[in-house]
Protein backbone atom coordinates (compact mmCIF):
# COMPACT_ATOMS: atom_id res chain seq x y z
CA UNK A 1 0.00 0.00 0.00
CA UNK A 2 1.24 3.65 -1.01
CA UNK A 3 2.11 6.03 1.60
CA UNK A 4 0.38 8.65 -0.35
CA UNK A 5 -1.60 11.63 1.49
CA UNK A 6 -3.12 14.45 -0.43
CA UNK A 7 -2.09 17.46 0.02
CA UNK A 8 -5.61 19.86 0.23
CA UNK A 9 -4.78 22.38 3.32
CA UNK A 10 -4.20 25.46 0.60
CA UNK A 11 -7.05 24.18 -1.62
CA UNK A 12 -10.26 26.17 -1.58
CA UNK A 13 -14.40 24.67 -2.87
CA UNK A 14 -15.51 21.48 -1.68
CA UNK A 15 -12.89 19.01 -0.05
CA UNK A 16 -13.65 15.66 -2.08
CA UNK A 17 -12.79 17.58 -5.22
CA UNK A 18 -9.12 18.75 -3.58
CA UNK A 19 -8.64 15.15 -3.09
CA UNK A 20 -9.58 13.77 -6.39
CA UNK A 21 -7.49 16.87 -8.02
CA UNK A 22 -4.82 15.93 -5.51
CA UNK A 23 -4.41 12.45 -6.69
CA UNK A 24 -4.75 13.40 -10.18
CA UNK A 25 -2.26 15.70 -10.00
CA UNK A 26 -0.17 12.56 -8.46
CA UNK A 27 -0.57 10.50 -11.17
CA UNK A 28 0.49 13.33 -13.32
CA UNK A 29 3.83 13.89 -11.79
CA UNK A 30 4.42 9.92 -11.56
CA UNK A 31 4.26 9.68 -7.59
CA UNK A 32 1.42 7.52 -8.33
CA UNK A 33 1.86 4.63 -10.32
CA UNK A 34 -0.67 1.78 -12.20
CA UNK A 35 -1.23 -0.62 -9.86
CA UNK A 36 -0.77 1.61 -6.42
CA UNK A 37 -2.69 0.84 -3.54
CA UNK A 38 -4.54 3.62 -2.11
CA UNK A 39 -4.91 3.87 1.57
CA UNK A 40 -8.16 2.56 2.18
CA UNK A 41 -11.01 5.36 2.94
CA UNK A 42 -11.39 5.10 6.24
CA UNK A 43 -7.51 5.68 7.26
CA UNK A 44 -7.49 8.29 4.78
CA UNK A 45 -10.73 9.78 6.66
CA UNK A 46 -8.87 9.92 10.23
CA UNK A 47 -5.49 10.95 8.66
CA UNK A 48 -6.91 13.73 6.59
CA UNK A 49 -9.61 14.72 9.40
CA UNK A 50 -12.59 14.31 7.31
CA UNK A 51 -15.50 12.49 7.49
CA UNK A 52 -15.84 9.22 6.05
CA UNK A 53 -18.44 10.47 3.23
CA UNK A 54 -15.87 13.37 2.21
CA UNK A 55 -13.10 10.58 1.07
CA UNK A 56 -16.10 8.13 -0.34
CA UNK A 57 -16.93 11.10 -2.48
CA UNK A 58 -13.90 12.08 -3.31
CA UNK A 59 -12.91 8.24 -4.39
CA UNK A 60 -16.13 7.78 -6.38
CA UNK A 61 -15.05 11.17 -8.26
CA UNK A 62 -12.05 9.46 -9.22
CA UNK A 63 -13.28 6.20 -10.82
CA UNK A 64 -15.68 8.02 -12.42
CA UNK A 65 -12.64 10.37 -13.90
CA UNK A 66 -10.75 6.61 -14.31
CA UNK A 67 -7.95 7.74 -11.96
CA UNK A 68 -8.63 4.43 -10.19
CA UNK A 69 -10.45 1.45 -10.03
CA UNK A 70 -11.95 -0.24 -6.83
CA UNK A 71 -11.33 -4.09 -6.10
CA UNK A 72 -13.79 -5.02 -3.29
CA UNK A 73 -12.13 -5.92 -0.09
CA UNK A 74 -8.45 -5.29 -2.14
CA UNK A 75 -9.48 -1.88 -2.01
CA UNK A 76 -8.86 0.91 -4.57
CA UNK A 77 -5.77 1.06 -6.99
CA UNK A 78 -4.03 3.26 -9.47
CA UNK A 79 -6.17 2.35 -13.11
CA UNK A 80 -3.86 1.80 -15.45
CA UNK A 81 -4.07 3.63 -18.94
CA UNK A 82 -4.13 2.19 -22.05
CA UNK A 83 -2.20 4.87 -24.54
CA UNK A 84 -1.90 4.53 -28.03
CA UNK A 85 0.08 6.63 -30.23
CA UNK A 86 -2.13 8.57 -32.60
CA UNK A 87 -0.90 8.47 -36.29
CA UNK A 88 -1.49 11.92 -37.13
CA UNK A 89 -0.26 14.60 -35.24
CA UNK A 90 -2.34 17.80 -34.13
CA UNK A 91 -0.31 20.90 -33.12
CA UNK A 92 -2.93 23.20 -33.86
CA UNK A 93 -4.42 24.31 -30.45
CA UNK A 94 -7.37 26.27 -31.87
CA UNK A 95 -8.56 29.20 -31.92
CA UNK A 96 -7.67 30.50 -28.09
CA UNK A 97 -9.68 33.44 -28.37
CA UNK A 98 -13.17 32.13 -28.55
CA UNK A 99 -14.98 31.62 -25.24
CA UNK A 100 -14.84 27.34 -24.90
CA UNK A 101 -15.86 25.56 -21.78
CA UNK A 102 -13.30 24.20 -19.42
CA UNK A 103 -11.77 20.98 -20.46
CA UNK A 104 -11.45 20.16 -16.61
CA UNK A 105 -9.17 17.05 -15.50
CA UNK A 106 -10.02 13.11 -16.46
CA UNK A 107 -10.77 13.41 -19.99
CA UNK A 108 -14.66 12.04 -19.10
CA UNK A 109 -16.03 13.65 -21.97
CA UNK A 110 -13.93 12.21 -24.43
CA UNK A 111 -14.55 8.72 -22.59
CA UNK A 112 -17.89 9.37 -23.06
CA UNK A 113 -17.74 10.38 -27.06
CA UNK A 114 -15.79 7.27 -27.52
CA UNK A 115 -17.99 4.95 -25.93
CA UNK A 116 -20.94 6.26 -27.48
CA UNK A 117 -19.40 6.08 -31.09
CA UNK A 118 -18.31 2.27 -30.37
CA UNK A 119 -22.36 1.65 -29.24
CA UNK A 120 -23.55 3.33 -32.67
CA UNK A 121 -21.12 2.09 -35.03
CA UNK A 122 -21.81 -1.51 -33.69
CA UNK A 123 -22.57 -3.84 -36.99
CA UNK A 124 -26.24 -3.42 -36.77
CA UNK A 125 -26.90 -0.13 -37.18
CA UNK A 126 -23.26 1.75 -38.14
CA UNK A 127 -24.88 2.94 -40.95
CA UNK A 128 -27.56 5.71 -39.97
CA UNK A 129 -25.18 8.16 -38.48
CA UNK A 130 -22.95 8.15 -41.47
CA UNK A 131 -25.12 9.30 -43.90
CA UNK A 132 -26.80 12.00 -45.25
CA UNK A 133 -29.95 13.36 -42.64
CA UNK A 134 -33.34 14.92 -44.03
CA UNK A 135 -33.63 18.45 -43.36
CA UNK A 136 -34.08 19.52 -39.65
CA UNK A 137 -32.21 16.46 -38.62
CA UNK A 138 -32.84 13.09 -38.08
CA UNK A 139 -36.14 12.63 -36.22
CA UNK A 140 -34.53 11.15 -32.83
CA UNK A 141 -32.18 14.24 -32.61
CA UNK A 142 -35.61 16.40 -32.96
CA UNK A 143 -37.18 14.42 -30.20
CA UNK A 144 -34.38 14.77 -27.81
CA UNK A 145 -34.18 18.62 -28.32
CA UNK A 146 -38.03 18.90 -27.61
CA UNK A 147 -37.85 16.70 -24.73
CA UNK A 148 -34.64 18.81 -23.27
CA UNK A 149 -36.64 21.77 -24.30
CA UNK A 150 -40.46 21.04 -22.94
CA UNK A 151 -38.47 19.78 -19.71
CA UNK A 152 -37.63 23.84 -19.10
CA UNK A 153 -41.20 24.80 -19.71
CA UNK A 154 -40.76 25.63 -23.77
CA UNK A 155 -43.89 24.19 -25.67
CA UNK A 156 -42.51 22.38 -28.63
CA UNK A 157 -42.62 19.23 -29.96
CA UNK A 158 -40.46 17.35 -33.08
CA UNK A 159 -42.42 18.84 -35.57
CA UNK A 160 -41.09 22.21 -34.04
CA UNK A 161 -37.77 21.56 -33.19
CA UNK A 162 -34.82 21.38 -35.68
CA UNK A 163 -31.03 20.21 -35.45
CA UNK A 164 -28.41 23.02 -36.62
CA UNK A 165 -24.80 23.09 -37.19
CA UNK A 166 -24.47 24.98 -34.19
CA UNK A 167 -25.89 27.98 -32.78
CA UNK A 168 -24.53 30.53 -35.52
CA UNK A 169 -25.81 28.41 -38.15
CA UNK A 170 -29.42 28.49 -36.36
CA UNK A 171 -28.99 32.58 -36.17
CA UNK A 172 -28.32 32.66 -39.92
CA UNK A 173 -30.96 30.88 -40.60
CA UNK A 174 -33.30 33.17 -38.38
CA UNK A 175 -32.13 36.45 -40.34
CA UNK A 176 -32.88 34.53 -43.48
CA UNK A 177 -36.31 33.70 -43.12
CA UNK A 178 -37.28 36.88 -40.87
CA UNK A 179 -35.70 39.95 -41.08
CA UNK A 180 -35.32 41.98 -44.64
CA UNK A 181 -32.53 44.77 -44.96
CA UNK A 182 -33.70 48.02 -42.72
CA UNK A 183 -35.55 46.05 -40.09
CA UNK A 184 -34.96 47.00 -36.59
CA UNK A 185 -33.72 44.71 -34.12
CA UNK A 186 -33.12 45.58 -29.98
CA UNK A 187 -30.11 44.43 -28.56
CA UNK A 188 -27.94 45.45 -25.53
CA UNK A 189 -25.04 47.52 -25.96
CA UNK A 190 -22.73 44.92 -25.81
CA UNK A 191 -23.94 41.27 -27.90
CA UNK A 192 -22.04 38.40 -29.40
CA UNK A 193 -20.09 39.27 -32.28
CA UNK A 194 -21.84 36.49 -34.76
CA UNK A 195 -25.17 38.37 -34.31
CA UNK A 196 -23.36 41.47 -35.02
CA UNK A 197 -21.85 39.96 -38.38
CA UNK A 198 -25.36 39.08 -39.21
CA UNK A 199 -26.96 42.07 -38.65
CA UNK A 200 -24.36 43.71 -40.79
CA UNK A 201 -24.63 41.09 -43.53
CA UNK A 202 -28.28 40.94 -44.02
CA UNK A 203 -28.86 44.99 -43.34
CA UNK A 204 -30.73 44.75 -39.95
CA UNK A 205 -30.36 48.01 -38.45
CA UNK A 206 -29.26 47.49 -33.74
CA UNK A 207 -31.20 49.68 -31.43
CA UNK A 208 -29.56 49.88 -28.60
CA UNK A 209 -32.11 49.52 -25.50
CA UNK A 210 -30.73 50.66 -21.90
CA UNK A 211 -29.57 48.05 -19.85
CA UNK A 212 -28.67 47.93 -15.85
CA UNK A 213 -27.52 45.35 -13.84
CA UNK A 214 -30.10 42.88 -14.13
CA UNK A 215 -30.15 43.22 -17.89
CA UNK A 216 -32.22 45.18 -20.72
CA UNK A 217 -34.29 47.39 -19.31
CA UNK A 218 -38.17 46.60 -20.16
CA UNK A 219 -39.75 50.10 -19.63
CA UNK A 220 -36.52 51.37 -22.00
CA UNK A 221 -37.74 48.97 -24.73
CA UNK A 222 -41.56 49.86 -24.03
CA UNK A 223 -40.41 53.43 -24.88
CA UNK A 224 -38.35 52.16 -28.25
CA UNK A 225 -41.28 49.84 -29.12
CA UNK A 226 -43.32 52.98 -28.79
CA UNK A 227 -41.38 55.41 -31.54
CA UNK A 228 -39.12 53.49 -33.27
CA UNK A 229 -40.65 50.45 -34.96
CA UNK A 230 -38.39 47.62 -34.19
CA UNK A 231 -39.14 44.13 -35.58
CA UNK A 232 -37.48 41.68 -33.03
CA UNK A 233 -35.19 41.52 -29.93
CA UNK A 234 -32.21 39.53 -29.03
CA UNK A 235 -31.33 38.18 -25.96
CA UNK A 236 -28.90 35.94 -23.78
CA UNK A 237 -30.58 36.20 -20.85
CA UNK A 238 -28.26 33.80 -18.67
CA UNK A 239 -24.81 34.77 -18.78
CA UNK A 240 -24.49 37.11 -21.16
CA UNK A 241 -21.78 37.13 -23.92
CA UNK A 242 -20.26 39.29 -22.88
CA UNK A 243 -21.16 41.16 -19.88
CA UNK A 244 -22.04 37.93 -17.82
CA UNK A 245 -25.13 39.06 -16.75
CA UNK A 246 -28.34 36.86 -15.62
CA UNK A 247 -31.32 37.94 -16.18
CA UNK A 248 -33.55 37.62 -12.84
CA UNK A 249 -37.02 36.03 -13.09
CA UNK A 250 -38.94 38.79 -12.38
CA UNK A 251 -37.11 40.62 -15.02
CA UNK A 252 -37.51 38.00 -17.77
CA UNK A 253 -41.06 38.21 -17.55
CA UNK A 254 -41.16 41.61 -17.79
CA UNK A 255 -39.30 41.90 -20.85
CA UNK A 256 -41.86 39.21 -22.05
CA UNK A 257 -44.64 40.96 -21.61
CA UNK A 258 -43.68 44.01 -23.70
CA UNK A 259 -42.42 41.21 -25.85
CA UNK A 260 -45.97 40.37 -26.37
CA UNK A 261 -47.55 44.17 -26.06
CA UNK A 262 -45.45 44.83 -29.21
CA UNK A 263 -45.58 41.75 -30.97
CA UNK A 264 -41.98 41.13 -31.06
CA UNK A 265 -40.02 38.65 -32.79
CA UNK A 266 -37.78 36.96 -29.57
CA UNK A 267 -34.72 35.40 -30.74
CA UNK A 268 -33.30 33.67 -27.54
CA UNK A 269 -30.18 32.54 -27.72
CA UNK A 270 -29.50 30.53 -24.77
CA UNK A 271 -25.96 29.30 -24.99
CA UNK A 272 -25.46 28.63 -21.11
CA UNK A 273 -28.85 28.10 -20.18
CA UNK A 274 -27.96 24.77 -18.68
CA UNK A 275 -25.51 25.51 -16.68
CA UNK A 276 -26.84 26.68 -13.55
CA UNK A 277 -27.72 24.68 -10.70
CA UNK A 278 -31.53 25.76 -11.38
CA UNK A 279 -31.61 26.94 -14.62
CA UNK A 280 -34.59 29.94 -14.61
CA UNK A 281 -37.64 29.76 -17.18
CA UNK A 282 -36.21 30.90 -20.92
CA UNK A 283 -38.41 34.46 -21.68
CA UNK A 284 -39.38 31.99 -24.71
CA UNK A 285 -41.66 29.85 -22.07
CA UNK A 286 -43.89 33.47 -21.47
CA UNK A 287 -44.14 34.25 -24.89
CA UNK A 288 -43.99 30.76 -26.82
CA UNK A 289 -46.41 32.13 -30.20
CA UNK A 290 -43.18 35.01 -31.12
CA UNK A 291 -39.94 33.44 -30.00
CA UNK A 292 -36.95 31.47 -31.48
CA UNK A 293 -35.25 29.46 -28.98
CA UNK A 294 -31.46 28.54 -29.35
CA UNK A 295 -30.29 25.67 -27.09
CA UNK A 296 -26.59 24.75 -28.10
CA UNK A 297 -23.87 22.43 -26.92
CA UNK A 298 -21.13 24.46 -27.85
CA UNK A 299 -21.13 26.21 -24.52
CA UNK A 300 -22.18 23.87 -22.02
CA UNK A 301 -19.95 20.80 -23.20
CA UNK A 302 -17.58 21.43 -26.22
CA UNK A 303 -17.85 23.52 -29.54
CA UNK A 304 -16.43 20.94 -31.08
CA UNK A 305 -19.62 18.96 -31.81
CA UNK A 306 -21.36 21.32 -33.56
CA UNK A 307 -24.73 20.72 -32.52
CA UNK A 308 -27.73 23.20 -31.92
CA UNK A 309 -31.28 22.55 -31.26
CA UNK A 310 -33.80 25.50 -32.54
CA UNK A 311 -37.28 26.14 -31.54
CA UNK A 312 -39.96 27.70 -34.01
CA UNK A 313 -42.86 28.64 -32.75
CA UNK A 314 -44.79 26.71 -35.12
CA UNK A 315 -44.50 23.99 -37.43
CA UNK A 316 -44.34 26.55 -40.97
CA UNK A 317 -41.74 28.38 -39.32
CA UNK A 318 -39.55 25.68 -38.63
CA UNK A 319 -39.60 23.85 -41.77
CA UNK A 320 -38.76 27.47 -43.68
CA UNK A 321 -35.98 27.50 -41.39
CA UNK A 322 -35.25 23.69 -42.01
CA UNK A 323 -34.51 24.74 -45.44
CA UNK A 324 -31.83 28.09 -45.40
CA UNK A 325 -29.90 25.74 -42.61
CA UNK A 326 -29.66 22.77 -45.49
CA UNK A 327 -28.62 25.63 -47.71
CA UNK A 328 -26.03 27.12 -45.80
CA UNK A 329 -24.74 23.63 -44.26
CA UNK A 330 -26.56 20.46 -45.15
CA UNK A 331 -27.06 19.09 -41.54
CA UNK A 332 -25.56 19.31 -38.22
CA UNK A 333 -22.66 16.32 -38.25
CA UNK A 334 -24.34 13.19 -38.28
CA UNK A 335 -22.31 11.44 -36.08
CA UNK A 336 -22.07 13.93 -33.49
CA UNK A 337 -26.16 14.55 -33.42
CA UNK A 338 -26.44 10.54 -32.59
CA UNK A 339 -23.57 11.18 -30.07
CA UNK A 340 -25.45 14.01 -28.10
CA UNK A 341 -28.73 12.15 -29.15
CA UNK A 342 -27.59 9.15 -27.16
CA UNK A 343 -26.28 11.12 -24.20
CA UNK A 344 -29.83 12.61 -23.52
CA UNK A 345 -31.45 9.58 -23.74
CA UNK A 346 -29.07 7.90 -21.46
CA UNK A 347 -29.09 10.77 -18.76
CA UNK A 348 -25.51 11.44 -19.68
CA UNK A 349 -26.06 14.64 -21.12
CA UNK A 350 -26.68 16.65 -17.55
CA UNK A 351 -24.10 14.91 -16.12
CA UNK A 352 -21.58 15.78 -18.32
CA UNK A 353 -22.71 19.68 -18.10
CA UNK A 354 -22.57 18.83 -14.26
CA UNK A 355 -18.44 18.36 -14.58
CA UNK A 356 -18.06 21.67 -16.81
CA UNK A 357 -20.16 23.25 -13.77
CA UNK A 358 -18.08 21.99 -11.61
CA UNK A 359 -14.91 22.51 -13.39
CA UNK A 360 -16.03 26.03 -13.94
CA UNK A 361 -16.60 27.14 -10.29
CA UNK A 362 -12.78 26.07 -9.22
CA UNK A 363 -11.59 28.42 -11.94
CA UNK A 364 -14.43 31.18 -10.61
CA UNK A 365 -12.97 30.01 -7.19
CA UNK A 366 -9.21 30.89 -8.24
CA UNK A 367 -10.83 34.58 -10.40
CA UNK A 368 -11.82 35.43 -6.64
CA UNK A 369 -8.90 34.54 -5.37
CA UNK A 370 -6.85 36.71 -7.18
CA UNK A 371 -8.76 39.55 -8.57
CA UNK A 372 -10.56 42.31 -6.15
CA UNK A 373 -14.03 42.40 -5.44
CA UNK A 374 -15.96 44.45 -7.24
CA UNK A 375 -13.41 44.89 -10.10
CA UNK A 376 -15.20 42.33 -12.41
CA UNK A 377 -18.51 40.69 -13.00
CA UNK A 378 -18.87 36.55 -13.71
CA UNK A 379 -21.63 33.89 -13.05
CA UNK A 380 -20.21 31.35 -10.72
CA UNK A 381 -21.26 28.40 -13.40
CA UNK A 382 -19.67 30.71 -15.97
CA UNK A 383 -16.14 30.96 -18.07
CA UNK A 384 -15.84 34.66 -18.91
CA UNK A 385 -15.10 37.69 -16.93
CA UNK A 386 -16.44 41.25 -17.63
CA UNK A 387 -13.58 43.46 -16.68
CA UNK A 388 -13.83 47.16 -16.62
CA UNK A 389 -10.34 48.52 -17.16
CA UNK A 390 -9.21 52.42 -15.76
CA UNK A 391 -9.86 54.87 -18.53
CA UNK A 392 -6.23 55.89 -18.73
CA UNK A 393 -5.95 52.64 -19.52
CA UNK A 394 -5.85 50.62 -23.21
CA UNK A 395 -8.47 47.67 -23.51
CA UNK A 396 -6.09 46.28 -26.19
CA UNK A 397 -2.79 46.47 -24.36
CA UNK A 398 -4.00 44.66 -21.54
CA UNK A 399 -5.60 41.82 -24.03
CA UNK A 400 -2.04 41.44 -25.70
CA UNK A 401 0.02 41.51 -22.50
CA UNK A 402 -2.40 38.13 -21.26
CA UNK A 403 -2.77 36.60 -24.63
CA UNK A 404 1.46 36.17 -24.08
CA UNK A 405 0.66 34.78 -20.64
CA UNK A 406 -1.88 32.15 -22.45
CA UNK A 407 -5.10 33.80 -20.48
CA UNK A 408 -7.78 34.97 -23.99
CA UNK A 409 -8.92 38.42 -23.56
CA UNK A 410 -10.93 40.57 -26.17
CA UNK A 411 -11.54 44.28 -25.91
CA UNK A 412 -14.86 45.59 -25.24
CA UNK A 413 -15.20 47.58 -28.51
CA UNK A 414 -15.40 43.76 -30.41
CA UNK A 415 -19.07 43.40 -28.87
CA UNK A 416 -20.30 46.54 -28.93
CA UNK A 417 -23.50 47.01 -30.99
CA UNK A 418 -22.95 50.71 -31.63
CA UNK A 419 -19.65 52.13 -32.60
CA UNK A 420 -17.83 53.29 -29.54
CA UNK A 421 -16.99 56.90 -28.71
CA UNK A 422 -13.56 56.07 -27.55
CA UNK A 423 -11.29 53.49 -26.71
CA UNK A 424 -12.67 50.33 -25.06
CA UNK A 425 -13.43 50.71 -21.56
CA UNK A 426 -13.62 46.75 -20.86
CA UNK A 427 -12.50 43.16 -21.87
CA UNK A 428 -13.86 40.07 -22.00
CA UNK A 429 -11.39 37.53 -19.87
CA UNK A 430 -11.91 33.87 -20.86
CA UNK A 431 -10.85 31.19 -18.12
CA UNK A 432 -12.31 28.26 -19.99
CA UNK A 433 -10.67 25.94 -22.58
CA UNK A 434 -7.63 24.00 -22.45
CA UNK A 435 -5.95 26.55 -20.47
CA UNK A 436 -4.24 24.95 -16.84
CA UNK A 437 -5.43 26.03 -12.99
CA UNK A 438 -1.79 27.45 -12.76
CA UNK A 439 -1.56 29.25 -16.25
CA UNK A 440 -4.95 30.69 -14.71
CA UNK A 441 -3.79 31.68 -12.02
CA UNK A 442 -0.80 33.30 -13.17
CA UNK A 443 -2.44 35.46 -16.12
CA UNK A 444 -5.07 36.76 -13.89
CA UNK A 445 -2.56 37.61 -11.14
CA UNK A 446 -1.31 39.59 -14.23
CA UNK A 447 -4.79 41.17 -14.88
CA UNK A 448 -5.01 41.77 -11.52
CA UNK A 449 -1.05 44.29 -11.20
CA UNK A 450 -2.42 46.06 -14.87
CA UNK A 451 -5.57 46.81 -13.75
CA UNK A 452 -4.56 47.85 -10.12
CA UNK A 453 -4.54 51.85 -8.51
CA UNK A 454 -1.11 51.23 -8.74
CA UNK A 455 -0.10 49.51 -12.12
CA UNK A 456 1.57 51.77 -14.82
CA UNK A 457 -0.91 52.93 -17.83
CA UNK A 458 1.84 52.24 -20.45
CA UNK A 459 2.08 49.14 -21.37
CA UNK A 460 3.88 47.92 -24.20
CA UNK A 461 4.28 43.97 -24.16
CA UNK A 462 3.75 43.05 -28.13
Known amino acids: MTDWTPDIDAASGPKYLAIAQSLADAIEAGVLTPGDRLPPQRALADMLGLDLTTVTRAYGEA???????????RGSYVKARDKVAPSISADDPGDTGMNAPPEGFGGTLA????????????ADMAAAPLQYQRSGGAPSARRAGAELLMSRGIPCSEDTVLLAAGGQNALHAIFSAQFKSGDRLAVCAHAYPGLLALARRFGVTLHVIASDADGMDPTSLDQACASDGLRGIYLVPTNDNPTAITMSDARRQAIAAVIEKHDLLLIEDDAYGWLPDHPLPPITSYVPDQSWHIASVSKVLTPGLRVAWLRAPNVAGAWRLAADMHETAIMAPPLNAAVVTDWVRGGLFHKLIHEVRSEARLRQDIVRESLSPGSFRAQDYGYHLWVEVPEDLDARHVCDALRQHGLPAIPGDAFAAEKPSSRPAAVRVSVGGAIGRDQLRRGLNLLSALIGPQAPRKINLV
Do not use: N
Open 111 to 122: QAFRDSVAGLLS
Open 63 to 73: QRLGLIEGSGR
